[in-house]
């Protein structure tokens, strides 16, 4: 299945094609791509056919609940939905069920969407190539020894092969960004806020925002307007009013649009070379519609950003994931004498290593001997690296940066030094640290042929005219769609 | 344990990776105590890098959005049913979460 999601939509309308036909299409290929490519943890497909069935009826009564009544999705396995497991990629929930949907979930049932299955992750969203999942990699579509990035490389793989026109992903520190520019589409942070956490496992609570996956970017800003919106349920949800990103989606100019690019991001050592010649290309392309490219000045952003995230990722998630003790769901050892050492034992034999690194890492930052020396000192960086954005945007209309300092690299290659893997992080963190909107958008391709992206960032609820910028810096690259890679003629 | 307050730690030894794997509820093998000293250390020295930073005047940032006090209607809704609560206990009875002994 390559068609885009406002084609699928049309052939809905038109009726050429059918819901339940559209979930047997992603179910077969999900069958045929996943032993390879392991993007699905779940598939949810009699939900599925009954959900498809109804819409199907809803349509042919001239009632669809939206525009995008019975097009399948696929969520990331952080994202509670019932009447399957929601696993985070972990032993520890491995056999958990949510009672609830999360509001995301809730939102897109409510508009006929159809959820298909849950994604592949890093555990507990930690990591940056899916490579920490208990239940095994995904792998990168266009090469698949290499990563296909992290945490949310499921839900990226599986759009980027066709088991599903879209799909919702999760970003604390790029984990939706940076595994849309390993994969060659399009993925959005929103700013924090913008979606309702409920029923997103947390992560770094400060930090964690649902964000969408799809092949376009009109696709993404349709399921943007699905899943945004204030929800009681969660205190940190923004209570300013919804912005339609679909109906003026066309009317951005490129003519007159200031572009920041931050100078130390681009003097990062070990850029690859294909990495820096797509960005300088894509300035370029905007310079010629028109655009004008603005120096600006990100000094914080750039050096302090993986030192400052790395503390308070990991200070959140030690607080967050204290919940799993075995006591009331999850994984519970055998046989404890006493409950400390149930404690104790369940979640050394439940976490996988990266996260009981960072357990320990937060850990460590909050105890009462070194809480000011990092867990403070790390706040206060957070404060510089906010500043440097709201400084650059006062000179420009968005921000455009690299991805990543590389393309997707081959399996294997960092796990054995977090912090080379952690490094890799330097051009994603800092967005999430100052709460504001970014997109990754392909721009490009390496000499062997793997996707490149670029970002695209804005300010605080900025995802309107965010999405109108790349939506012509879309059609001006005209990247879109031109390759595929070779699984997607299987 | 209390340790007094530093403003640097250059090394985490094993013994402070004893420390906080029990402040953590985290039973860890030898080996991983070995492990975690190497791995915490190289990622200890990275984060220093901040002790760079002039952070004078510098408010903590705690929260990307000003919010303060979010209030809402107290309304009464149904709860989740016990039984749906229990649905993932790893052990139950009598409509209890059930664990070892606790005193």
Redesign the interface.
């Known amino acids: 299945m390559s068609k885009s999601v406002s084609q699928i939509i049309s052939d809905l309308e038109s009726g050429a094609t059918t819901s339940v036909a559209l979930v047997h299409d992603c179910a077969a290929r999900i069958d045929r791509l996943n032993p390879d490519l392991n993007a699905v943890l779940s598939v949810q497909r009699d939900d599925a056919l009954k959900a498809a069935e109804a819409s199907d009826a809803r349509r042919k009564s001239g009632k669809p609940l939206s525009a995008a009544d019975g097009v399948p999705i696929l969520l990331k396995d952080n994202i509670c939905a019932t009447g399957g497991p929601t696993t985070c990629a972990s032993r520890v929930l491995e056999?958990?069920?949510p009672?609830?949907d999360a509001t995301a979930t809730a939102k897109l049932r409510a508009a006929g969407v159809v959820v298909l299955g849950k994604t592949n992750m890093d555990e507990f969203a930690m990591g940056s190539t899916t490579e920490w999942s208990a239940f095994g990699m995904s792998k990168n579509p266009w090469k698949t020894d290499h990563v296909p990035g992290g945490s949310s490389g499921g839900s990226a793989v599986a759009v980027a092969s066709g088991m599903a026109p879209w799909a919702l992903g999760s970003d604390t520190g790029g984990s939706i960004r940076q595994p849309a520019g390993f994969c060659g589409v399009v993925g959005m942070k929103p700013t924090?806020?913008r979606v309702s956490r409920y029923g997103l496992v947390a992560f770094a609570s400060?930090?964690d925002q649902i964000g969408p996956f799809a092949s376009n970017v009109e696709d993404a800003a349709l399921l943007m307007n699905l899943i945004a919106g204030h929800d009681?349920r969660d205190?940190?949800s923004?209570d300013v009013p919804p912005e339609d990103c679909v109906a003026e989606l066309r009317n951005g100019r490129l003519a007159g649009l200031r572009i920041g690019r931050p100078r130390q991001f681009f003097d990062v050592e070990g850029i690859d070379d294909d990495v820096r010649s797509v960005t300088d290309g894509t300035l370029d392309i905007l310079r010629r519609e028109g655009a004008e490219i603005v120096d600006v000045n990100m000094p914080?952003a750039e050096?302090?950003s993986?030192?400052?995230y790395?503390?308070i990722a990991a200070a959140e998630a030690?607080s967050n994931l204290?919940r799993y003790?075995?006591?009331?769901?999850?994984?519970?050892a055998k046989d404890?004498?006493?409950?400390?050492?149930?404690?104790?034992?369940s979640?050394?034999e439940g976490?996988g290593a990266e996260v009981?690194?960072r357990?320990?890492?937060g850990?460590?930052a909050l105890?009462?001997?070194?809480f000011?020396?990092?867990y403070?000192?790390?706040?206060?960086?957070?404060?510089?690296i906010?500043r440097d954005y709201d400084n650059a945007l006062k000179e420009c209309d968005a921000i455009l940066a690299p991805v990543a300092p590389t393309p997707a690299f081959p399996a294997g290659e960092k796990t054995g030094?977090?912090?080379r893997m952690?490094?890799a992080d330097v051009f994603t963190l800092s967005l999430n640290?100052?709460?504001?909107c970014g997109l990754s958008l392909p721009a490009g391709f390496s000499k062997s042929g793997l996707p490149i992206g670029v970002q695209l960032l804005a300010g605080?609820f900025g995802e309107k005219g965010l999405l109108q910028t790349a939506w012509q810096l879309e059609s001006k690259l005209g990247i879109a769609g031109s390759r595929t890679p070779a699984v997607f003629a299987r | 344990m209390s340790l007094p307050k530093v403003d640097h730690v250059g090394e985490i030894g094993e013994e402070r990776v004893r420390h906080v794997a029990l402040l953590s509820r985290l039973e860890l093998t030898d080996d991983e105590v070995g492990r975690f000293a190497r791995e915490l250390t190289a990622v200890i020295h990275h984060i220093n890098k901040l002790e760079e930073l002039d952070l004078t005047g510098v408010e903590p940032t705690s929260h990307p959005m000003p919010l303060t006090n979010v209030f809402r209607q107290d309304v009464v809704v149904p709860s989740l049913p016990n039984e749906a609560a229990l649905s993932n206990a790893p052990e139950q009875r009598d409509g209890c979460f059930k664990v070892p002994q606790i005193i």
């Open positions: 056999n958990y069920r009672p609830y924090y806020g400060s930090l009681g205190s940190t923004a914080f050096e302090y993986v030192a400052a790395y503390v030690s204290a003790d075995g006591a009331h769901y999850g994984y519970r404890s004498a006493n409950i400390v050492e149930m404690f104790s034992r979640r050394a976490f009981k690194r357990v320990m890492l850990t460590f105890s009462a001997e070194t000011d020396a990092y403070v000192r790390a706040q206060k960086a957070r404060t510089l906010k030094d977090p912090v952690y490094l640290l100052a709460g504001y605080a």
